[in-house]
Protein backbone atom coordinates (compact mmCIF):
# COMPACT_ATOMS: atom_id res chain seq x y z
CA UNK A 1 0.00 0.00 0.00
CA UNK A 2 1.38 3.36 -0.91
CA UNK A 3 2.55 5.55 1.88
CA UNK A 4 0.90 8.86 2.62
CA UNK A 5 3.16 11.25 4.49
CA UNK A 6 1.55 13.99 6.61
CA UNK A 7 3.91 16.62 5.76
CA UNK A 8 6.65 16.29 2.27
CA UNK A 9 9.36 18.47 2.67
CA UNK A 10 11.45 19.86 -0.53
CA UNK A 11 14.27 21.29 -0.10
CA UNK A 12 16.61 20.82 2.77
CA UNK A 13 18.57 24.29 3.02
CA UNK A 14 17.35 26.67 6.28
CA UNK A 15 14.01 26.56 6.06
CA UNK A 16 13.74 23.10 4.55
CA UNK A 17 15.60 21.27 7.64
CA UNK A 18 14.22 23.80 10.23
CA UNK A 19 10.55 22.35 8.84
CA UNK A 20 11.45 18.89 9.08
CA UNK A 21 12.96 19.37 12.67
CA UNK A 22 9.51 20.91 14.32
CA UNK A 23 7.22 18.48 12.10
CA UNK A 24 9.24 15.67 13.66
CA UNK A 25 8.71 17.13 17.07
CA UNK A 26 4.58 17.00 15.96
CA UNK A 27 5.34 13.38 15.54
CA UNK A 28 4.08 13.92 12.22
CA UNK A 29 5.62 11.23 9.21
CA UNK A 30 8.05 13.33 7.12
CA UNK A 31 10.22 13.41 3.97
CA UNK A 32 12.26 15.37 2.83
CA UNK A 33 13.53 15.08 -0.46
CA UNK A 34 16.13 17.42 -1.77
CA UNK A 35 19.25 18.05 -4.62
CA UNK A 36 21.37 18.84 -1.72
CA UNK A 37 22.10 19.74 2.08
CA UNK A 38 22.69 23.45 3.20
CA UNK A 39 21.15 25.26 -0.30
CA UNK A 40 22.49 28.60 -0.36
CA UNK A 41 24.00 28.24 3.19
CA UNK A 42 26.37 25.58 2.46
CA UNK A 43 28.07 28.70 -0.04
CA UNK A 44 28.35 30.71 2.61
CA UNK A 45 31.81 31.85 4.30
CA UNK A 46 31.68 33.10 7.32
CA UNK A 47 28.50 33.97 9.21
CA UNK A 48 28.38 36.26 11.49
CA UNK A 49 24.17 36.68 12.17
CA UNK A 50 23.45 34.03 12.79
CA UNK A 51 22.27 34.12 16.26
CA UNK A 52 23.88 32.54 19.12
CA UNK A 53 27.19 32.16 16.91
CA UNK A 54 29.39 35.08 17.01
CA UNK A 55 30.94 33.63 14.04
CA UNK A 56 30.82 30.26 12.30
CA UNK A 57 31.19 29.19 8.54
CA UNK A 58 28.66 28.51 5.99
CA UNK A 59 28.91 24.82 5.90
CA UNK A 60 30.00 24.23 9.60
CA UNK A 61 26.50 25.86 9.91
CA UNK A 62 24.74 23.58 7.66
CA UNK A 63 26.18 20.67 9.36
CA UNK A 64 24.73 21.24 12.78
CA UNK A 65 21.31 22.03 11.13
CA UNK A 66 21.92 18.21 9.29
CA UNK A 67 23.00 16.93 12.66
CA UNK A 68 19.96 18.22 14.35
CA UNK A 69 17.56 17.12 11.99
CA UNK A 70 19.22 13.48 11.67
CA UNK A 71 18.58 13.34 15.68
CA UNK A 72 14.87 12.92 15.14
CA UNK A 73 15.37 10.67 12.09
CA UNK A 74 13.84 12.09 9.27
CA UNK A 75 13.45 10.52 6.42
CA UNK A 76 16.05 12.20 3.65
CA UNK A 77 16.48 11.77 -0.10
CA UNK A 78 18.74 13.06 -1.16
CA UNK A 79 20.57 13.96 -5.01
CA UNK A 80 16.32 14.09 -5.97
CA UNK A 81 14.87 16.55 -7.89
CA UNK A 82 11.13 17.99 -7.45
CA UNK A 83 9.87 17.89 -10.97
CA UNK A 84 5.62 17.98 -10.59
CA UNK A 85 3.38 18.82 -8.25
CA UNK A 86 -0.67 17.96 -8.07
CA UNK A 87 -3.29 18.13 -5.78
CA UNK A 88 -5.75 15.37 -5.85
CA UNK A 89 -8.51 13.40 -3.69
CA UNK A 90 -6.26 11.72 -2.06
CA UNK A 91 -3.58 14.01 -0.87
CA UNK A 92 -0.88 15.70 -2.87
CA UNK A 93 1.26 13.84 -5.72
CA UNK A 94 4.61 15.04 -5.99
CA UNK A 95 6.65 13.85 -9.15
CA UNK A 96 10.20 13.72 -8.03
CA UNK A 97 13.44 12.58 -10.68
CA UNK A 98 13.33 9.21 -9.09
CA UNK A 99 9.74 8.55 -8.41
CA UNK A 100 6.38 9.67 -6.62
CA UNK A 101 4.96 10.33 -3.38
CA UNK A 102 2.36 11.63 -1.58
CA UNK A 103 1.40 13.44 1.13
CA UNK A 104 -1.12 15.05 2.95
CA UNK A 105 0.77 18.78 3.09
CA UNK A 106 3.99 20.37 1.40
CA UNK A 107 6.17 22.23 2.24
CA UNK A 108 8.20 24.03 -0.78
CA UNK A 109 11.90 25.04 0.66
CA UNK A 110 13.43 24.96 -2.52
CA UNK A 111 15.90 28.17 -2.40
CA UNK A 112 17.21 29.80 -4.93
CA UNK A 113 20.04 28.91 -7.92
CA UNK A 114 22.76 31.11 -9.45
CA UNK A 115 21.61 33.28 -12.17
CA UNK A 116 23.60 33.13 -15.01
CA UNK A 117 25.37 35.88 -17.40
CA UNK A 118 24.57 33.96 -21.27
CA UNK A 119 27.58 35.65 -22.80
CA UNK A 120 30.65 33.57 -24.96
CA UNK A 121 32.30 31.47 -23.49
CA UNK A 122 30.55 31.15 -20.04
CA UNK A 123 29.09 27.58 -21.04
CA UNK A 124 32.59 26.81 -22.27
CA UNK A 125 34.36 27.53 -19.20
CA UNK A 126 32.19 26.26 -17.11
CA UNK A 127 33.52 23.98 -13.67
CA UNK A 128 37.55 25.19 -15.95
CA UNK A 129 37.85 28.57 -14.16
CA UNK A 130 34.26 29.40 -13.57
CA UNK A 131 32.33 28.94 -10.74
CA UNK A 132 28.79 30.35 -9.03
CA UNK A 133 30.34 29.05 -5.71
CA UNK A 134 33.40 30.83 -3.57
CA UNK A 135 32.93 29.00 -1.06
CA UNK A 136 33.17 25.65 -3.11
CA UNK A 137 35.96 26.27 -5.11
CA UNK A 138 37.69 29.65 -4.10
CA UNK A 139 40.81 27.70 -2.49
CA UNK A 140 41.13 26.49 -6.02
CA UNK A 141 42.93 29.66 -7.04
CA UNK A 142 45.05 30.53 -4.68
CA UNK A 143 47.93 32.75 -5.64
CA UNK A 144 45.76 34.54 -9.08
CA UNK A 145 44.27 36.97 -9.98
CA UNK A 146 40.28 36.40 -10.19
CA UNK A 147 37.19 38.41 -10.96
CA UNK A 148 34.06 38.38 -9.46
CA UNK A 149 30.95 39.74 -11.01
CA UNK A 150 28.23 41.23 -9.01
CA UNK A 151 28.02 43.81 -6.24
CA UNK A 152 25.25 42.93 -3.88
CA UNK A 153 25.92 40.95 -0.60
CA UNK A 154 26.85 37.49 -1.89
CA UNK A 155 29.30 38.91 -4.28
CA UNK A 156 30.83 41.02 -1.37
CA UNK A 157 30.88 37.57 0.57
CA UNK A 158 32.93 35.77 -2.60
CA UNK A 159 35.31 38.58 -2.61
CA UNK A 160 35.76 38.98 1.43
CA UNK A 161 36.16 34.76 0.98
CA UNK A 162 38.86 35.10 -1.76
CA UNK A 163 40.84 38.09 -0.08
CA UNK A 164 42.46 35.36 1.95
CA UNK A 165 43.50 33.18 -0.95
CA UNK A 166 43.41 35.13 -4.70
CA UNK A 167 46.83 37.80 -5.47
CA UNK A 168 43.96 39.82 -6.36
CA UNK A 169 40.41 40.66 -7.50
CA UNK A 170 38.83 42.22 -9.98
CA UNK A 171 34.81 43.20 -9.39
CA UNK A 172 32.79 43.69 -12.44
CA UNK A 173 29.63 45.52 -11.02
CA UNK A 174 26.88 46.77 -13.65
CA UNK A 175 25.79 49.69 -10.75
CA UNK A 176 27.07 53.24 -10.32
CA UNK A 177 28.47 51.48 -7.01
CA UNK A 178 28.32 48.55 -4.91
CA UNK A 179 25.80 47.38 -2.95
CA UNK A 180 24.92 45.00 0.06
CA UNK A 181 25.49 44.87 3.62
CA UNK A 182 27.79 48.08 4.42
CA UNK A 183 30.58 46.56 7.00
CA UNK A 184 30.95 44.24 4.17
CA UNK A 185 30.93 46.82 1.33
CA UNK A 186 33.86 48.52 3.72
CA UNK A 187 36.06 45.76 4.05
CA UNK A 188 35.95 45.31 0.08
CA UNK A 189 36.36 49.10 -0.78
CA UNK A 190 38.99 49.26 1.47
CA UNK A 191 41.25 46.19 0.02
CA UNK A 192 44.19 47.10 -1.57
CA UNK A 193 43.54 43.50 -3.09
CA UNK A 194 40.64 44.77 -4.85
CA UNK A 195 40.03 46.81 -7.81
CA UNK A 196 36.02 47.82 -8.97
CA UNK A 197 34.72 48.41 -11.86
CA UNK A 198 31.54 50.03 -11.66
CA UNK A 199 28.96 50.44 -14.43
CA UNK A 200 30.49 47.93 -16.50
CA UNK A 201 29.57 44.05 -17.72
CA UNK A 202 31.34 40.72 -19.21
CA UNK A 203 30.84 40.41 -22.70
CA UNK A 204 32.90 37.12 -23.47
CA UNK A 205 34.70 34.97 -20.93
CA UNK A 206 37.88 33.88 -22.56
CA UNK A 207 40.28 30.88 -22.77
CA UNK A 208 41.95 27.86 -23.94
CA UNK A 209 41.55 24.62 -21.78
CA UNK A 210 40.75 26.98 -18.92
CA UNK A 211 39.81 30.92 -18.46
CA UNK A 212 42.59 33.02 -19.12
CA UNK A 213 40.70 36.51 -19.35
CA UNK A 214 37.35 38.58 -19.28
CA UNK A 215 35.76 40.81 -21.65
CA UNK A 216 34.94 43.84 -19.81
CA UNK A 217 32.91 46.75 -21.16
CA UNK A 218 32.74 49.79 -19.06
CA UNK A 219 31.10 53.39 -19.57
CA UNK A 220 34.20 54.54 -21.68
CA UNK A 221 35.74 51.66 -23.65
CA UNK A 222 36.08 47.97 -23.57
CA UNK A 223 38.84 46.22 -22.06
CA UNK A 224 40.33 42.74 -21.05
CA UNK A 225 41.35 41.67 -17.96
CA UNK A 226 43.60 39.23 -17.55
CA UNK A 227 42.14 36.47 -14.73
CA UNK A 228 42.47 32.64 -13.86
CA UNK A 229 38.73 32.36 -12.51
CA UNK A 230 35.46 34.11 -12.55
CA UNK A 231 33.42 34.08 -9.70
CA UNK A 232 29.56 34.71 -11.33
CA UNK A 233 27.66 36.11 -8.14
CA UNK A 234 24.68 38.29 -9.98
CA UNK A 235 21.53 37.00 -8.22
CA UNK A 236 19.48 34.24 -8.01
CA UNK A 237 16.73 32.54 -9.76
CA UNK A 238 13.82 30.34 -7.81
CA UNK A 239 13.84 27.32 -7.74
CA UNK A 240 9.89 27.44 -8.69
CA UNK A 241 9.62 25.79 -11.79
CA UNK A 242 8.08 22.43 -10.90
CA UNK A 243 5.37 24.04 -9.14
CA UNK A 244 2.50 24.81 -11.95
CA UNK A 245 -0.93 26.15 -10.06
CA UNK A 246 0.74 27.83 -7.82
CA UNK A 247 0.69 31.81 -7.57
CA UNK A 248 4.12 33.33 -8.14
CA UNK A 249 5.17 36.91 -8.34
CA UNK A 250 7.08 38.62 -11.53
CA UNK A 251 10.31 37.13 -10.52
CA UNK A 252 9.01 33.30 -10.17
CA UNK A 253 8.85 33.56 -5.90
CA UNK A 254 6.55 31.59 -4.87
CA UNK A 255 3.69 34.19 -3.12
CA UNK A 256 3.15 33.58 0.87
CA UNK A 257 0.46 34.93 3.28
CA UNK A 258 1.81 35.36 6.87
CA UNK A 259 1.42 32.08 7.63
CA UNK A 260 3.49 30.51 4.63
CA UNK A 261 0.24 29.21 3.03
CA UNK A 262 0.09 29.52 -1.07
CA UNK A 263 -3.18 29.71 -3.11
CA UNK A 264 -3.55 25.64 -3.07
CA UNK A 265 -4.96 24.61 0.42
CA UNK A 266 -2.19 21.96 2.33
CA UNK A 267 0.81 23.74 0.11
CA UNK A 268 3.19 25.90 2.15
CA UNK A 269 6.34 27.29 0.87
CA UNK A 270 9.06 28.91 3.08
CA UNK A 271 12.22 30.32 2.69
CA UNK A 272 14.14 32.22 -0.45
CA UNK A 273 11.94 30.26 -3.25
CA UNK A 274 9.27 32.71 -1.82
CA UNK A 275 8.04 36.07 -1.87
CA UNK A 276 9.49 37.39 1.82
CA UNK A 277 11.35 40.40 1.23
CA UNK A 278 14.13 39.93 3.04
CA UNK A 279 16.96 36.65 1.60
CA UNK A 280 18.79 35.75 5.28
CA UNK A 281 19.36 32.25 6.98
CA UNK A 282 17.81 32.85 10.14
CA UNK A 283 14.90 34.39 8.23
CA UNK A 284 14.64 31.21 5.96
CA UNK A 285 15.06 29.10 9.44
CA UNK A 286 12.31 31.03 11.11
CA UNK A 287 10.17 31.21 7.94
CA UNK A 288 10.26 27.10 7.92
CA UNK A 289 9.33 26.97 11.63
CA UNK A 290 6.50 28.53 10.68
CA UNK A 291 5.33 26.88 7.91
CA UNK A 292 5.65 23.36 9.61
CA UNK A 293 3.42 24.75 12.40
CA UNK A 294 0.71 26.08 9.86
CA UNK A 295 1.17 22.46 7.79
CA UNK A 296 0.09 21.12 11.23
CA UNK A 297 -2.28 23.13 11.75
CA UNK A 298 -3.91 22.48 9.05
CA UNK A 299 -3.52 18.78 8.84
CA UNK A 300 -5.69 19.26 12.74
CA UNK A 301 -8.24 21.14 11.00
CA UNK A 302 -8.62 20.26 7.52
CA UNK A 303 -7.73 16.81 7.31
CA UNK A 304 -9.72 13.46 8.64
Known sequence: MEEVYDILIIGAGPAGITASVYAARKKMSVLVISKDIGGQA???????????YQFISGPALVARFEEHMHTYNVQLRENEEALGLDKTDNGILIKTSKGKYRAKTVIIASGKRSRELNVPGEEEFKNKGLTYCATCDGPLFAARQVAVVGGGNSALDAILQLLRIAAHIYVVNNAPQLGGDAVMRQKVESSSKVSVFNNSKVTAVLGDKMVTALKV??????EQL???????????IP?????????????????????????IPGVFAAGDVTDVVEKQIIIAAGEGAKASLSAFRYLAQAVP
Open 217 to 222: QGPDKE
Open 239 to 263: NSDFATGIAKNELGEIKVNCRNETN
Open 42 to 52: AWSGDVENYTG
Open 226 to 236: TVGGVFVEIGL
